[in-house]
């Protein structure tokens, strides 16, 4: 959906609407509709790299050399300013500066490729694209504001990538950064062909119905199609602090919304965090993984199903307590069935929590193309206003990166494999009541005005009163005997902390380096860096950011402090790892794999594993040996299945297009592996697989349909 609003937007337009051919968005039937969401040729498909011609690239037409070649000097001699640091003139452009360079060269590069169908148009673009960052590079003071429209744009610098990543905001048109506004944020829905030159933006009579009612409406870039989770979602949150730091904003009223997969991202978002927005409102959105997938969750193994339902919108619902929800999905939805809100609004209207749902009985999926479902939503959420510091909280967690809401944080847990579960309660008389499950550890921070802070607080932990008094105005801390043992005599690797945790994932949410070893390897070649390489572009591919990338032999002692390490190959291929691989509890081998001391026979193995950094406290790393991980799966979400450990091979579920595990799982709260002998191979049914070799076998016509393999 293309906005015109300025020159180098206008550019925008007349490039990827009629330039390069990639712009999906369509009308259909009047309304503003966007084309069903295709999966790629092949599951692990990388853009071109800059400076190679595409094959058979579309259009073909001779670009005229003198112009292009005059738009890549002026393009070069920025990019040689901001190495030098001569640009910006002002460092609070610094995120927009490097962000508008890339664009540049992403545009320059389909020039280079001949993938512009209408080479003038195309540099048009690019030679207004440059003006663009030019201002940008010159201007003293925000490069963005005073403006002369409602539209702005901006960026940061993602801390875990080191990339620019824009966002967009939207004012109202009597603006003055002397009043307080209530601030939306919209998540866009999938677009296979987004990017950063082609992103999804709402429409003027979208944003209007935000901006004349007197919201900041603000759109983060999401990290692509990343579902609005871990990389996608700290790229939300930061984008809120972003415009909280720019935009007076009324904290009591900052809003969520978004549709389809904008409105998964609005559940997961809204959910994970509820204390930091007023109400929430998806439309179209999908809320249950496993009527999505048509899987038995009791028949899923251990190890994915808290996968699944650490970001699943029922399995979460308990955390919507104080957070209303505003769900609208059409009947006729034939993409996400409307099923999904039907069944999420029964579960919260049980609960007796605060919602509203409205089903559209002539609607498909793409009511988020209509102005009314906007008009609502807006007119829904201007008496809203948020409650802060509720006397009773319930959360749910299923990943230890999400473990605070309100005035509590869950510090560890009984089992890993498992959600924790904890609600407390402020009674009369300073009396705290906390229910738990699978927690061994939490910390309240109560709100002072409901307590009196001239007496203790008991507290009562599942209905056992506490052996000791709590001051009213410091934070409680409470852990089981069990931990506290345990603790006393820990030594390295340390314990679990919620920003020092598995699974996998949560590697890759802060500044991560990637290391490749140099060591020759006895009877071959050393494919290490091959694979490191691989990994980085696919990375770059689903997160548009392009993370560091080192030698073993290159990697410095300020490098093992500041990164978590992400290890590729064995203790013969890598020195890093040979240097740690006999204090890690998992490794891979020449004939299988080690399980603690304990030697399994296997062959065609891979290992991917998160573990706490041997170099420093706070870091973790990862080792990735053997064959690469999920090569049938969609590039966006290589990642979402992965627990703390997994060792497979290359055979593939037919659910979900994982390899098949060998040994999977997590570890304990003090890193040790959960059980003496490793876990019993998965097993999947001969059924299942020959479904598989029959469904791989069918004429493309009667392939999968798309909404069964890309997640709208």
Known sequence: MILHLSPFSIAHALLMATSLGLCTHSERGGARAQALPQPPDSPTQLPASPGKSAPNAPGGAAVPLPLTNQLRARLEGLEKQLRDKAIPADPQNQALLRFKLEQCRLLLSYLDDGLAAY???????????????????RATGDAVYPAAIPFHERAYIAANDDSPQPFWVFVPDDYSARHNYPLVIMLHGYTPTITKVDP??????????????????????????????????DDVLQVLEEVKKKYPIDPSRIFLMGPSMGGFGTYTVGLHRPDLWTAIAPMSARSDFYLWFKLNRDEVPDWKRLQYDADDPRFLKRNAQHLPIFLQHGALDDI???????????????????????????????IYFEADPYNRIFEWMRPQRRTSMPRRVHYTSGNARNDK??????GAREDYSRAANIEAEIKE??????????????????????????????????????QMPFEAQKPITWRSTALQSTLAKLKWPGEKTPLRSGPIKNVYRDPFLLVFGTKTVPGGANADAAQARLWQREWQAYADGLPPIKADVAVTEDDRKNYNLVLFGTRESNALLAQIADRLPIELTANGYR????QIAGTNLGLQMCYASPFDARRLIVVQSGQAWGRELPINHKFDLLPDFIVFDST?????????????????????????????AQEIPQALL???????????????????????
């Open 690 to 712: 020959n479904q598989a070799a029959l469904s791989q076998a069918l004429p493309a016509q009667q392939s999968p349909t798309v909404e069964q393999n890309v997640k709208p």
């Open 119 to 137: 080479p003038e148009l195309a540099q048009r673009a690019l030679s207004s694209y440059l003006g663009r960052t030019e201002v940008v590079a």
């Open 336 to 366: 996400v069935p409307v099923e999904h809100s039907r069944r999420l609004n029964d579960d919260l209207k049980a609960l007796g929590y605060p919602m509203r749902y409205r089903e559209i009985e002539d609607g498909d999926h793409f």
């Open 429 to 466: 008389g300073n009396r705290i009541e906390v229910k738990i499950e699978n927690v061994e550890a939490f910390t309240l921070s109560p709100p002072a005005n409901v307590l009196d802070a001239k007496k203790p607080v008991s507290l009562f932990v599942n209905g056992q009163a506490v």
């Open 595 to 598: 399980w603690g001391e304990k």
């Open 200 to 233: 999804w933006l709402p429409d003027e009579t979208t944003w209007r119905a935000a901006t004349s009612r007197g919201f900041i409406l603000a759109l983060p870039y999401g990290r692509r199609n990343s579902d609005f989770v871990d990389a996608g979602e």
């Open 652 to 680: 593939l579920d037919p659910t979900d297009k994982t390899n098949r595990a060998i040994a999977a799982g997590f570890f304990t709260h003090t890193w040790e592996l959960p059980s003496k002998e490793p876990p019993a």
């Open 405 to 410: 809401a309100y005035w509590l944080q869950i």
